[in-house]
């Protein structure tokens, strides 16, 4: 199990570049995808950037995603809404670019990384009876602070409102939801 100094440790060397800027913090929660994929997302934070960064805590591959953070538009905190039906909690919408530009072919495809916002929440580990010693890392509510701070300097505010996630319900969603295929978990000897 990392801490979190030792994830700050291994982000820094493998996923942070000089010009990144200076390091704020960092958190591991859960990102919804366009296609109510849930996924662990490192998220860190730094001066210039909100990076979303895959990392696997197994074999230390780590992939990432720089969101300038001057390019951000919104970011909206509220509950999660799907057609249907509405989730037991609350997240964030972090939104950079215009959505409604964004092509069919990415808005379509399940594994698009060109869809210009992201939704996070408490990572499964935020609500762990168990006690520990760095559970403040899967604390969306300390990551929305700290984010919204970042950004007031460039005069966007937050706002309130139902976060709406377009996906329904579908067979694929619910199994790989279920089966926790979005976190990094060892599976037999197999990592993913």
Request: aromatic share 10%; hydrophobic share 35%; proline share 3%.
């Amino acid at each position: 199990m990392y801490t979190k100094e030792m994830l700050v440790s291994k982000i820094t060397e493998k996923c942070l570049k000089p010009d990144d800027g200076n390091f704020i913090d960092l958190w591991v929660l859960t990102r919804i995808n366009h296609w109510d994929h849930e996924i662990e997302t490192t998220v860190c934070l730094t001066d210039k950037y909100l990076m979303l960064i895959s990392f696997n805590f197994i074999n230390e591959d780590c992939t990432s995603k720089r969101v300038l953070l001057q390019s951000i538009k919104t970011i909206r905190v509220g509950n999660l809404i799907q057609p249907n039906c509405q989730r037991n909690y609350g997240g964030v919408q972090i939104i950079w670019g215009e959505l409604e530009e964004t092509k069919w072919i990415d808005r379509w495809n399940p594994i698009s990384q060109d869809v210009p916002m992201v939704i996070l929440h408490h990572h499964p580990c935020f609500y762990s009876p168990d006690s520990l010693s760095d559970k403040d890392m899967y604390n969306c509510d300390l990551a929305i602070s700290a984010i919204s701070k970042s950004l007031s300097k460039y005069d966007i505010q937050v706002e309130y409102a139902n976060i709406h996630l377009n996906s329904h319900i579908n067979f694929f969603t619910i199994i790989y939801n279920q089966s926790n295929l979005g976190f990094c978990k060892d599976r037999n000897g197999i990592s993913f």
